[in-house]
T-cell receptor, first 113, second 113 residues
Framework: NAGVTQTPKFQVLKTGQSMTLQCAQDMNHEYMSWYRQDPGMGLRLIHYSVGAGITDQGEVPNGYNVSRSTTEDFPLRLLSAAPSQTSVYFC????????????FGPGTRLTVT | KQEVTQIPAALSVPEGENLVLNCSFTDSAIYNLQWFRQDPGKGLTSLLLIQSSQREQTSGRLNASLDKSSGRSTLYIAASQPGDSATYLCAVDRGSTLGRLYFGRGTQLTVWP
């Protein structure tokens, strides 16, 4: 089991560029989510999915897009990068939302200049 | 809105000490509480998950307790070691958005030899 994997590990973007952060899990988990971690702010939920074809917004969704075409993959798209999106992004998964342990990927460190 | 607070923000102790890390949350209507460990530049590693109906969970030298009515959890680390140095994060799953975790800002622990 690879668990939750994320690519790339590091990325530098210019303002206005777009990109996709990849997240995959091999545990057959229904629930997947994206968080961002900023100094002094703690982790905040961006988007989440309770299964293939079902996504919803979290606390800080603006500027991000998600889709879930398969159980395994949950990519996060930055539509037009802004310096305020400089952060560390974590993907997480669990068997189901609510009662189960959540597993986190290693993170993607994104810098927008 | 659920607020999660962790005290202290930082802790530095000599090897061998028994430690208590504190976590408090404002809304007692939670599904579970999870303690994570984060090493610098790394992802989150799940340490313990306590369901709302449970009072405590143990794993090796770690023991986590939950008092839902008072909105508190403690993580007890016995016989601390330098390898325990990391940031410890507490997160509650409130359940209004299933699976959404509300994180504290963490306790940065340093154990020196």
């Amino acid at each position: 089991n690879a668990g939750v994997t994320q690519t790339p590990k590091f990325q530098v973007l210019k303002t206005g560029q777009s990109m996709t952060l990849q997240c995959a899990q091999d545990m057959n988990h229904e629930y997947m989510s994206w968080y961002r971690q900023d100094p002094g702010m703690g982790l905040r939920l961006i988007h989440y999915s309770v299964g293939a074809g079902i996504t919803d917004q979290g606390e800080v969704p603006n500027g991000y897009n998600v889709s879930r075409s398969t159980t395994e993959d949950f990519p996060l798209r930055l539509l037009s990068a802004a310096p305020s999106q400089t952060s560390v992004y974590f993907c997480a998964s669990s068997l189901s939302g609510g009662y189960y342990e959540q597993y986190f990927g290693p993170g993607t460190r994104l810098t927008v200049t | 809105k659920q607020e999660v607070t962790q005290i202290p923000a930082a802790l530095s102790v000599p090897e061998g000490e028994n430690l208590v890390l504190n976590c408090s949350f404002t809304d007692s209507a939670i599904y579970n509480l999870q303690w994570f460990r984060q090493d610098p530049g790394k992802g989150l590693t799940s340490l313990l998950l306590i369901q709302s109906s449970q009072r405590e969970q143990t794993s090796g030298r770690l023991n986590a307790s939950l008092d839902k009515s008072s909105g508190r959890s403690t993580l007890y680390i016995a016989a601390s070691q330098p390898g325990d140095s990391a940031t410890y994060l507490c997160a509650v799953d409130r359940g209004s958005t299933l699976g959404r975790l509300y994180f504290g800002r963490g306790t940065q622990l340093t154990v020196w030899p």
